[in-house]
């Protein structure tokens, strides 16, 4: 019993010292040759063909004109009868090729491989409402391109100027109630809510700015400086900034009597008609008619940076996951999405849209531009950043987009059009956990997203 025992173990033992024909012959399988990924393998090798590839002088430039017409030509046809086939021989070979498959060959994996990619390329793929959820009329909005009279709160009330009345249209109820009404001689010229919602200021068009209490439906106090239509209003926490017809830059403290802290009387030449402070209140970006844009430090009389258009500038957007980016839109004379850099004033890229920008915003989950457009399509377009691809273009409004917002639970896109319509769509999924930092807590109570 136990000499069996041993016999059977050292029987293995035995073979692997007997001769390599006797364990061949013994039916042991032998290994496929390997070779050392430092040493070349001559038996892969085809040594004339190195040969000519270390001594060609074709791929010298200095001796191919060295060289005759004549005997260039017989290289040429030497090369291309000893050797055809043969360019993209490797002069040093450390491994047998791969044999090409036998006829009629298939390969099981490739259906699943297939299979994954199409499942890959489906999810990166997202299902965009070609129409608007919702219409709303707007009856006498007014067809200037210089105005901003559509804007959405934190709080979910959507804000639109009409003729001589602001409108607040409420999307978890549908209501809509008048919250002003300006005296006949007047009419409203922008609109703009404070970061926390709950408070509005519009601008008219004989230069005031009201404050309002939209809670209570009060006005609580009417800021005299401007002496043209305010047709830009910007908040940056307790200060609002207004730009006017007339090319004026004030800077209001509203938690003051003497609310004029620091204005600039000059700041364009032409009418100020778009005005954004970024993230982080510490620049503030001003377009205007005479086709430029001013960055502003605070309380600082001089700009610090002028980028230049071809046309009057309204669309401005300050990236909110890049503090120094800012993008920038030109009038129908310019057409350009413009992305610069704040801190030395660079234009880092320029995109031609073919249209009038009438406005940008930026999504911060998707990493995504939206821009609004004129003629000839009157399109919502969303692009890709930084590829600047266009991802899909939303169509519905039959004359020129005016102004554009988005709601503040980021999946919504508001925008006003001359045809006297608002037009809601839907163009992104809810927020994710990623995105919430660059959103306020009040923007992500879920009882208020649109219904």
Request: charged share 20%; proline share 4%; hydrophobic share 35%.
């Amino acid at each position: 019993m136990s000499a069996h025992r041993l016999t059977s173990f050292t029987t293995p033992l035995k073979n692997a010292a007997l001769p390599r024909w006797q364990r061949k012959a013994l039916g042991e399988q032998q290994k496929s040759p390997t070779g050392d990924r430092f040493i070349p393998n001559r038996k892969c090798m085809d040594m004339s063909v190195s040969h000519f590839h270390l001594t060609n002088s074709l791929e010298n430039i200095d001796d191919i004109e060295i060289l005759s017409p004549t005997k260039l030509k017989y290289q040429q046809d030497l090369k291309a009868h000893l050797f055809e086939g043969t360019e993209q021989s490797k002069i040093l070979t450390f491994k047998y090729r791969v044999s090409p498959p036998r006829n009629g060959y298939k390969n099981c994996l490739k259906a699943v491989f297939q299979q994954n990619q199409e499942m890959k390329s489906n999810k990166a793929v997202r299902n965009i409402n070609q129409n608007a959820v919702r219409v709303l009329d707007a009856p006498e909005l007014v067809d200037d391109f210089y105005l901003n009279l559509l804007d959405w709160s934190s709080d979910n009330l959507l804000a639109v100027g009409l003729g001589r009345s602001v409108y607040l249209w409420n999307p978890d109820s549908g209501s809509v109630n008048q919250l002003l009404q300006l005296e006949e001689n007047d009419t409203v010229c922008s609109v703009n809510w404070n970061k926390e919602g709950g408070y509005i200021a519009v601008g008219t068009n004989n230069g005031e700015v009201q404050l309002w209490d939209c809670e209570k439906e009060k006005k609580l106090r009417t800021l005299r400086s401007q002496t043209s239509r305010v047709g830009s209003i910007g908040w940056n926490e307790h200060l609002l900034s207004t730009g006017s017809r007339n090319g004026s830059l004030h800077n209001s403290d509203v938690r003051i009597l003497d609310h004029l802290v620091w204005s600039v009387d000059n700041a364009h030449s032409q009418e100020i008609c778009g005005l954004k402070w970024n993230h982080d209140g510490s620049i503030l970006a001003t377009g205007g008619n005479d086709n430029i844009v001013q960055l502003w430090e605070k309380r600082k009389s001089t700009p610090i940076s002028t980028l230049n258009h071809i046309a009057a500038v309204k669309a401005l957007a300050f990236c909110p996951w890049q503090s120094d980016l800012l993008a920038t839109g030109g009038g129908s004379a310019d057409r350009h999405i413009k992305f610069w850099n704040v801190s030395d004033g660079s234009c880092l890229n320029s995109v031609d849209t073919n249209s009038q920008v009438t406005s940008l915003i930026w999504s911060p989950d998707q990493k995504e531009l939206i821009s609004t457009h004129d003629y000839p399509n009157y399109q919502v377009t969303l692009w890709k950043y930084p590829l600047m691809t266009k991802i899909t273009e939303l169509t519905g409004h039959i004359s020129r987009i005016l102004n554009s917002t988005i709601s503040p639970d980021g999946q919504h896109i508001a925008t006003a059009g001359s045809d006297e319509t608002i037009r809601i769509w839907k163009c992104f999924e809810p927020l994710t956990v990623k995105s919430k930092k660059f959103t306020s807590d009040s923007q992500l109570n879920p009882s208020k997203f649109i219904r």
